[in-house]
């Protein structure tokens, strides 16, 4: 038992430096031409490290002057929260009542709401896809957010094909925007959408955007101009308009490299211009204009 263990924990430390290899040395998708100002622009700075308790951060939101963040699957369901002015020290652990951490993978916020997305599909074959809505000043789960994708016929389907997987999701304009993390053989990043509000729902397929790497988070700046992706190795910028329909526009405007990054996936904007990543294992950083 132990050697198995051993053995599937040295494959997946395999297979995450294999991708990271291949996602920091490859160039930015759609971004080349602006990649050098992006860089320039910004700097990344390491600034601590996460309690122990958070041994596999995947997610973040700010309520109020409140970070909270997650571990992965198969963790507590439960919510840490850090405070800001204390070096991200843990303020409390909250228990989130009625739900359970299948395969937490994201966090995102409306005020005092916080969706917790429960959609980690690595192997593309789940069919109980949900988002928990909790209410973070009142502790109250308010419901659950119930969906499938209506482009995915077999679970799962054959390798090349699973782009099923989900990591990275915001809010805005009573939606929720998913971005799929690829794990078959294109390079296209779907973009579906569902009401932020509890039900069943069949995802709405938008668009899709061209990312040389795996999404792993995703969040949109609080003016709602900006858009930031998060990949193994290198954080993406899209500027994004909203039609009439609520439908999203792309435009990408740089990406930047991350080269310490190891296994990222949470980010979040502090504010228009700055922002906060943390990764499983256990180190948190600034994004921030240079």
């Given at each position: 038992m132990?050697?198995?263990?051993w053995?599937?924990?040295?494959?997946?430390?395999?297979?995450?430096?294999?991708?990271?290899?291949n996602?920091t040395?490859?160039?930015?998708p759609?971004?080349?031409?602006?990649c050098?100002t992006?860089?320039?622009?910004y700097?990344?700075?390491k600034?601590?490290?996460l309690?122990?308790v958070v041994?596999?951060?995947s997610?973040?939101?700010?309520?109020?002057?409140i970070?909270?963040?997650h571990?992965d699957?198969?963790?507590?369901?439960?919510?840490?929260?850090?405070?800001?002015?204390n070096?991200?020290?843990?303020?409390?652990?909250?228990?989130?009542?009625?739900?359970?951490?299948?395969?937490?993978?994201?966090?995102a916020?409306?005020?005092?709401?916080?969706?917790?997305g429960?959609?980690?599909?690595?192997?593309n074959?789940?069919q109980?896809l949900?988002?928990?809505?909790?209410?973070s000043?009142?502790?109250?789960t308010?419901?659950?957010?119930?969906f499938?994708y209506?482009?995915q016929?077999?679970?799962p389907?054959e390798?090349?094909?699973?782009?099923f997987?989900?990591e990275?999701?915001?809010y805005?304009r009573?939606?929720?925007?998913?971005?799929s993390?690829n794990?078959?053989s294109?390079?296209f990043?779907?973009?579906y959408r569902l009401?932020?509000?509890?039900?069943n729902?069949e995802a709405?397929?938008?668009?899709s955007?061209?990312?040389?790497?795996?999404?792993t988070?995703?969040d949109?700046?609080?003016d709602?101009?900006?858009?930031?992706?998060?990949t193994?190795?290198?954080v993406?910028?899209?500027?994004?308009?909203?039609?009439?329909?609520?439908?999203?526009?792309?435009?990408?405007d740089?990406?930047?490299?991350?080269?310490?990054?190891?296994?990222?996936?949470?980010?979040?904007?502090?504010?228009?211009?700055n922002?906060?990543?943390?990764?499983?294992?256990?180190?948190i950083f600034?994004?921030?204009r240079?």
């Amino acid at each position: 038992m132990y050697q198995n263990e051993w053995f599937n924990k040295l494959l997946r430390q395999s297979i995450f430096i294999f991708v990271l290899f291949n996602a920091t040395f490859a160039r930015c998708p759609q971004v080349d031409e602006n990649c050098d100002t992006c860089q320039d622009a910004y700097k990344i700075q390491k600034i601590g490290r996460l309690p122990d308790v958070v041994d596999e951060s995947s997610g973040l939101a700010k309520v109020k002057n409140i970070v909270y963040t997650h571990n992965d699957s198969g963790g507590e369901p439960k919510l840490f929260a850090l405070d800001p002015e204390n070096k991200y020290a843990l303020k409390e652990d909250i228990s989130i009542p009625n739900a359970k951490n299948k395969d937490w993978e994201e966090l995102a916020q409306k005020g005092d709401t916080i969706f917790i997305g429960d959609f980690g599909n690595n192997k593309n074959k789940r069919q109980n896809l949900r988002i928990y809505i909790y209410d973070s000043q009142k502790r109250q789960t308010q419901g659950e957010i119930k969906f499938y994708y209506p482009d995915q016929q077999a679970f799962p389907p054959e390798k090349k094909d699973r782009n099923f997987d989900c990591e990275a999701f915001f809010y805005a304009r009573n939606n929720l925007y998913l971005f799929s993390k690829n794990r078959g053989s294109s390079d296209f990043v779907k973009i579906y959408r569902l009401p932020a509000y509890a039900g069943n729902y069949e995802a709405q397929l938008l668009d899709s955007i061209q990312v040389k790497g795996q999404v792993t988070a995703a969040d949109i700046s609080p003016d709602g101009k900006m858009i930031a992706l998060l990949t193994y190795g290198m954080v993406l910028f899209y500027q994004v308009d909203f039609d009439e329909q609520n439908i999203p526009t792309l435009r990408a405007d740089g990406c930047c490299r991350f080269l310490r990054a190891e296994q990222s996936e949470a980010i979040l904007f502090l504010d228009n211009h700055n922002l906060l990543i943390t990764n499983e294992q256990g180190n948190i950083f600034t994004m921030f204009r240079g």
